[in-house]
């Protein structure tokens, strides 16, 4: 027999979000994640994704994944500190660390549980971090995890930052204090005002982590946010995703050699949950090395982000203030922003509505994503299938 309070909780709990149009209907794709896709059964220009360098459909990832699966099997068959640490685990780590110029890096099973790992491996409830408002919701559920205090400061506000980070140095309440940011914030495709955040961290002796998903394979020739800034030295936690511009799946810390050690001690999803596929790890190695060897991928994937981001500009768009590919078309009303997603899918583009909560409210945009894989017919289509909507419904 079922619990009649969980049965209560969710009925009552699922109603009510259907009833306020939140409850989202996941749509399932038919094809592979690339410049185009299929969903019930109709082809769509995919600007929803996050495969910036169109790598997680590439022909040399899938054949060393295949090779990998061949030589080591399906799964890693246990976690890393049992007997679940493979060859590949550590050529990927190696190459990571090489590729992001720090002396050491250790792989998780994904971004998310990098969060998890990282942050509460070093923090405790004695100590305070520092939070941009805008950080990722595993930023977020990661300092919870560790106890220490968080504070948040105003989004990328320096001042407030600051006056903050005095604030909770000179109170003599916590032994450390770190400040943590996203390199890219998702939503509105700005940067992380690094050179000033790392000046802040050395004023007040602060721990710097940086979340860098959506920088690493976009900027800083592929290394990320902190490599384009000149700064590889001078952050203490960089951390990637493996499914974003690399394409697989996995995450990542890098670091000196003595915080990696540590989180091999001591970080609870290394210890507890089983190690990357050989697969995974495999097919992220050949993306490092593509990387690596050729900005070719990057260059395609910010010419297409430039070329999108001029045409929806120019037939009238308020494309807000981004400085990376990732490309939002602010619409403002919430249900407008809805009704707007709908029309571009029923005229054949795939762009999905972001609203409140995820944004402040009165903010609702449709995010594009435009990728390497994208060929100019794909965004000229899309750039006037926008246009004809906008047309629709008054927007422009
Ligand atoms: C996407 C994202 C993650 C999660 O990465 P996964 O590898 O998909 O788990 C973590 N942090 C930030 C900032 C992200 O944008």
């Known amino acids: ?44 220009i995919n600007l929803s994704s996050n495969n910036y360098l169109g790598l997680a459909t590439d022909k040399r990832l899938i054949e060393a994944c295949n090779e990998a699966t061949k030589t080591y099997g399906v799964g890693a068959g246990a976690v890393r500190t049992i007997n679940g640490t493979l060859k590949v685990h550590i050529e990927l780590e190696e190459k990571l660390a090489k590729f992001k110029h720090t002396e050491a890096a250790i792989a998780y099973q994904s971004g998310f549980n990098c969060n998890m790992a990282a942050i509460s491996a070093v923090m405790d409830k004695n100590d305070a971090i520092l939070s941009d408002e805008l950080n990722h919701a595993s930023i977020i559920d990661g300092c919870r995890l560790s106890k220490a205090k968080i504070i948040r400061f105003n989004h990328s506000d320096m001042d407030d930052l600051r006056a903050k980070a005095k604030e909770a140095t000179e109170s003599g309440l916590y032994n450390k204090v770190m400040v943590i940011t996203d390199g890219v914030f998702s939503m509105d495709g700005d940067i992380a005002k690094l050179p000033e955040i790392v000046k802040i961290a050395e004023e007040f002796d602060l721990i710097t982590y940086v979340d860098d998903a959506h920088g690493s394979g976009v900027l800083g020739k592929g290394a990320g946010t902190v490599k384009h800034f000149g700064l590889s030295d001078k952050v203490d936690f960089q951390i ?75 037939i009238g768009f308020d494309i807000g203030n981004s400085e990376t590919p990732i490309t939002p078309v602010i619409i403002g009303d919430e249900v407008k922003t809805q009704k707007f997603s709908k029309r571009l899918n029923e005229e054949g583009v795939y762009a999905k509505s972001i609203v409140f909560p995820t944004v402040p409210r009165g903010t609702g945009r449709v995010r594009n994503m435009p990728t390497a894989a994208h060929t100019k017919e794909m965004l000229d289509q899309a750039i006037s299938t926008y246009k004809k909507v906008g047309k629709e419904l008054g927007i422009i």
């Open 1 to 44: 027999m079922s619990s009649h309070v969980l049965e209560n909780f969710l009925k009552e709990n699922l109603e009510d979000l259907k009833g306020k149009g939140l409850y989202n209907e996941i749509d399932t794709l038919e094809s592979a994640n690339g410049p185009v896709i299929k969903i019930n059964g109709k082809e769509l």
């Open 240 to 314: 990637g995703t493996l499914s974003k511009a690399i394409g697989v799946v996995g995450g990542y810390v890098a670091g000196k050699q003595d915080l990696i050690d540590w989180l091999k001690v001591r970080s609870r999803p290394f210890l507890f949950s089983t190690s990357l596929t050989p697969g995974a790890a495999a097919a992220c190695i050949e993306a490092i090395d593509i990387l690596s060897n050729s900005t070719e991928l990057q260059e395609k994937l910010w010419e297409n982000a430039d070329y999108l981001k001029q045409g929806l500009k120019d």
